[in-house]
């Protein structure tokens, strides 16, 4: 292509040249002087050598010449229009290579731009790869695609599919602008439409697009949103998540954007699946799978975290032990699986009570239940561990078509206050829940 102008160039070249190698003043001088010659000097010779000369023959002489000068003027008349017509032809096609030569160009670029990005798929695995946390790899993958597709431009928002309540839920974002605020938590209805068709997505103008309703749109309390795409992350048919870009300017994401999007989702499903479960074993580890409170265990170990927290500040911490009275009557009466159904409401009411506290709350067996209160005197803790009593007394439990209730005895001890340590506090605790119990039940007792 390139030899191909170069030779349309020189060639036009060589026209210009050709027409410009003699000077305008000079062709005119050359025609004067030839029609001198041939009209006036040649008949004034003639007429010195022939006496008289012929009337026709200097007719016939004038006409031959006459015609000879119009077949010459026409010849280059016609010379110089097959000339022009070459040159136009000439320009038009060097017009013609030179975009051509531009959109090639424009494609090598856009070529190299994807094998760049494609190249790079093997780094993505690898960096996703390297750890097993979930929050890890959602915001490598979010940093990835900003990064290669939007180039640092707009909003990249990675959601995942709440398991119990099947919604999405924002995990992790990166944002042009830091002080945008994500107010749709769940998704807006483009996700919806990922989430319903499970496939990927791309507007490239929302104001424009017969799927959306512009009605909708406007009323959503978010920023304008006029061109996005979004993928699905599936394991097996399964919708884990979905990662979604989106830009403010219109026709700002193209069809291989997408393409390159939908791939990065293909591998981050398996990571974002293998996270999830890691997540989950470790939950499993610190968590009792009935009333998902931490297990004995951990619960000991924050306790001794909390214990040198304290010691350092010098600050308070009390602990409270609860037992569930007669808690076997229960069992003997409605059975094992109605004895769970108090535990799990026992520990719902446990977390949704003392959550302004910042508690720990652990199944510390059976159904004893341990709660570590930071920063909480011993006088506040009795408030607290009342509060408590008073409200499981109130609270009323259908068992098997019985509206029953329950009631719980409490010890309380507080750190440094009367023990030195977690061990020592788990016993103090421990004695005062059983001078509770030995006074009558259903009470609140502190060593």
């Given at each position: ?38 009209y ?25 010449n ?18 022009e ?50 929050e890890k790899?959602?915001?490598?993958l ?30 992790t ?20 439409w ?36 979004s993928?699905?992350f ?11 870009l ?68 010098s ?25 769970d ?5 026992l ?61 719980v ?39």
């Amino acid at each position: 292509m390139i030899r191909i102008q170069k030779r349309l160039s020189y060639n036009l070249d060589q026209i210009l040249a050709r027409q410009e190698r003699i000077p305008l003043q000079q062709r005119i001088i050359c025609y004067l002087a030839a029609i001198l010659i041939f009209y006036i000097v040649i008949p004034i010779v003639l007429s010195l050598y022939i006496r008289p000369i012929p009337v026709f023959s200097l007719l016939f002489f004038y006409l031959i010449n006459f015609s000879a000068a119009i077949m010459l003027i026409n010849s280059s008349f016609q010379r110089r229009c097959r000339i022009e017509i070459n040159k136009q032809d000439l320009h038009e096609n060097i017009n013609l290579l030179t975009e051509e030569m531009a959109k090639q160009r424009k494609q090598q670029q856009i070529l190299m731009s994807k094998s760049s990005r494609y190249n790079s798929l093997k780094d993505i695995i690898e960096q996703i790869n390297q750890n097993l946390s979930l929050e890890k790899i959602a915001e490598q993958l979010c940093y990835l695609a900003f990064k290669l597709i939007s180039g640092n431009k707009g909003l990249c928002v990675l959601y995942l599919v709440d398991e119990r309540s099947q919604r999405l839920k924002v995990f992790t974002a990166k944002k042009e602008d830091e002080a945008l605020v994500i107010k749709a938590k769940e998704g807006d209805i483009f996700d919806f439409w990922v989430l319903r068709h499970n496939s990927p997505l791309i507007v490239e103008d929302a104001r424009k697009d017969f799927r959306f309703d512009p009605e909708k749109l406007k009323g959503q309390s978010v920023r304008p949103v006029l061109s996005l795409i979004s993928a699905p992350f599936l394991s097996e048919n399964r919708l884990l998540g979905i990662l979604r870009l989106d830009s403010q300017h219109p026709n700002f994401y193209s069809q291989d954007d997408l393409r390159f999007l939908a791939t990065i989702c293909e591998l981050g499903a398996v990571a974002i699946e293998n996270g999830e479960l890691f997540q989950k074993t470790q939950d499993l580890a610190i968590h009792d799978g009935l009333t998902r409170l931490y297990v004995r265990g951990y619960f000991m170990e924050r306790l001794k975290e909390e214990c040198s927290r304290a010691l350092r500040d010098s600050a308070n911490l009390s602990l409270l032990m609860l037992d569930i009275d007669f808690f076997k009557d229960y069992n003997d009466r409605f059975g094992h699986t109605a004895g769970d159904l108090v535990l799990i409401r026992l520990a719902r009411a446990l977390e949704e009570q003392l959550k302004k506290f910042n508690p720990i709350v652990s199944r510390f067996g059976g159904e004893e239940f341990c709660v570590i209160l930071p920063r909480c005197q011993k006088n506040a803790a009795l408030e607290i561990a009342e509060d408590i009593r008073l409200k499981i007394e109130k609270n009323k439990i259908m068992l098997r078509r019985h509206e029953t209730q329950v009631t719980v005895s409490i010890g309380v001890a507080s750190f440094p206050e009367n023990a030195a340590e977690g061990n020592e506090l788990i016993l103090q605790a421990d004695k005062a829940l059983y001078a509770a119990k030995q006074s009558g039940r259903n009470r609140v007792n502190s060593v």
